[in-house]
């Protein structure tokens, strides 16, 4: 007895289910979807003035399937999408999973180095790519990296700097069946179907029998806040269950309606958005290629979308857009906000401006699938506003002294870590750094820190490595945010540490204020006096007009401070 409430008193906690993790694999899964709820609408590409139905969607991915087994793609194979938000992306998403090759996401925004880096690391056998976008010509990075694309060739195509990729499809989302070829080394998306259509349908079930839901189904690159990203691998069983437990917590069935104006590359756009909705018959809509806060706003309008994602700085975008107040948002009723720190006072807007009552802060990483942590419906507005929820079923957390791995007492602060069937199968091609994350009793370590609660609830505090250590003082970037935050200037503000000589660090803050709005340095400082410890007040402002991000819309620190740093170093030189 004693042992037990010992442990009950330590910040550690197992949320258990009725409901058993499904055993299926992503394409069982779906199918069961599409027969039950074959006329409902399954996906809308705004941009792309195109819908598919269940029943129609599901035809699409098959014939996408036999295309790949056309070309000689099986399980295990991976398979590269370089691209925005669109039809295509979510077909390439569910023909891999229903073959079993392993989707491998790139990020849109990359650059030739950046790209080079992902399709040598991961060892991408094929690569999708739509041609361009925005000042982004995929074609003539693609080329660069690749010249042996520009002459003519027959079979597979064998490049000297990348020795695993055998063929590059093209095509335009605008216009898919009459995507041009820039040179000759291209594929097109069209002539991949067209291949498929002498594979038999026998030969494509007997390729989804031979899956295993722990089969590895994804490979995703960390979102790079803190320097080198790297490629998490994933399966179906971790993104299908992250999937469908995360829709059970929004309450999601088939009448629901999904804004995603977050990327599909990313987990939050694939699983939380693409996945989350095939589990349970819901619609997918796509508003935009790229976020866009007043397209997000016309298509919540116009597609009578129930739920809406997005991180912090979507949401204070989508606010502050001249077209929110002539934007009905009354059909909306729940989504997710996750990625970054979300501010009470931001949640409270969406909440009551955005009329998305039901709106739910969620916690997690790729490496949890991603999704560790929600909100629920009935939870005080304080809990809604000031922690991250609990973790969802089938899940163990644990908070653990940062110096001694001990579990910690309930209310104090330490590293969060997770158990259970989301944590990943590793890093791509790192067995070190799989093993420095997760360790021998298969907890994943996750360098967030946090305190629970008795009740289990989660309060995040900081990152591990964005803990500021001044004069021997831990001091948590976060709290100093929420409360710069609350100044009704500010709309979005940033704290880290920076080298000091006497301390051994400094806090700075960067602060972006609303449009039209001034302040100085002193002003801040004032209005912290009163409300924070002396030690805590920043002792470096910069008032920014915007901030190194992700495309995800993470706050990328490591930047600032080289940003901050080498700004200091030149004052020092010029006095």
Request: charged fraction near 25%.
């Amino acid at each position: 007895m004693t042992i037990l409430m010992e442990r009950c008193r330590k910040s550690y906690f197992h949320e258990g289910g009725d409901i058993p993790l499904i055993g299926d694999t992503i394409g069982e899964r779906f199918a069961g979807v599409v027969e039950r709820f074959p006329d409902n609408e399954a996906v809308v590409s705004v941009p792309q003035g195109r819908r598919l139905t269940y029943a129609e969607l599901s035809t699409a991915v098959d014939e996408l399937a036999r295309g790949l087994i056309a070309y000689s793609f099986s399980k295990g194979d991976r398979i590269g999408v370089w691209a925005t938000n669109n039809i295509e992306w979510l077909l390439l998403q569910m023909a891999t999973a229903r073959i079993g090759a392993v989707l491998v996401n790139i990020n849109p925004a990359y650059r030739p180095k950046e790209l080079e880096y992902a399709l040598k690391h991961s060892e991408v056998q094929a690569l999708f790519v739509m041609p361009s976008f925005r000042k982004s010509n995929y074609v003539e990075m693609l080329t660069g990296l690749m010249p042996e694309l520009r002459e003519a060739a027959s079979g597979e195509r064998c490049y000297k700097e990348f020795p695993f990729l055998r063929h590059i499809v093209l095509y335009d989302p605008r216009a898919p069946e009459e995507t041009k070829r820039p040179y000759p080394g291209f594929i097109l998306w069209q002539e991949v179907l067209n291949a498929g259509i002498g594979i038999p349908a026998e030969k494509l079930d007997e390729a989804a029998r031979s899956l295993d839901t722990d089969d590895p189904i994804n490979i995703q690159y960390t979102s790079g806040t803190t320097g080198f990203p790297k490629a998490v691998v994933l399966t179906h069983h971790n993104l299908i269950n992250n999937a469908y437990f995360s829709a059970r917590a929004l309450r999601f069935t088939e009448a629901d309606r999904l804004c995603v104006p977050v990327p599909f590359y990313h987990c939050f756009g694939m699983v939380l958005a693409n996945l989350l909705c095939l589990s349970v018959g819901a619609c997918v809509v796509i508003p935009c290629e790229h976020f866009d806060p007043a397209a997000v706003l016309r298509a919540v309008e116009a597609e009578k979308c129930t739920a809406i994602h997005g991180v912090p700085t979507m949401f204070i975008a989508e606010l502050e857009s001249k077209e929110f107040k002539n934007t009905d948002t009354s059909s909306l009723r729940t989504g997710i906000m996750a990625g970054a720190t979300c501010p009470p006072a931001l949640m409270k807007r969406v909440m009551e401006d955005m009329h998305c009552a039901g709106i739910l802060i969620g916690y997690g990483q790729t490496e949890a699938s991603p999704i560790t942590h929600l909100t629920h419906m009935e939870d005080t507005l304080k809990r809604r506003t000031e922690t991250v929820g609990k973790n969802l079923p089938h899940q163990e957390v644990k908070v653990i002294d940062t110096l001694s791995g001990k579990t910690v007492p309930l209310g104090e602060a330490g590293e969060i870590c997770f158990r259970g069937y989301h944590v990943m199968k590793g890093y791509y091609g790192d067995e070190e750094a799989t093993s420095g994350a997760i360790d021998g009793d298969e907890w994943l370590h996750s360098g967030d820190l946090g305190v629970m609660d008795v009740d289990g609830y989660l309060k995040i505090t900081g990152r591990l490595k964005e803990m500021i250590i001044r004069g021997g003082e831990n001091i948590y970037p976060r709290e100093i945010e929420d409360l710069i935050f609350t100044h009704p200037k500010v709309a979005e503000v940033a704290v880290f540490g920076i080298p000091d000589e006497y301390f051994g660090e400094e806090i700075m803050a960067w602060i972006e204020l609303h449009s039209g709005e001034s302040s100085k340095e002193e002003e801040i400082r004032e209005f912290l006096r009163d409300r924070i410890a002396h030690y805590k007040i920043p002792k470096h402002i910069l008032f920014v007009d915007e901030f190194p991000m992700t495309v995800t819309g993470k706050l990328q620190k490591f930047r600032m401070r080289e940003i901050a740093v080498e700004r200091m170093r030149k004052e020092n030189r010029n006095r």
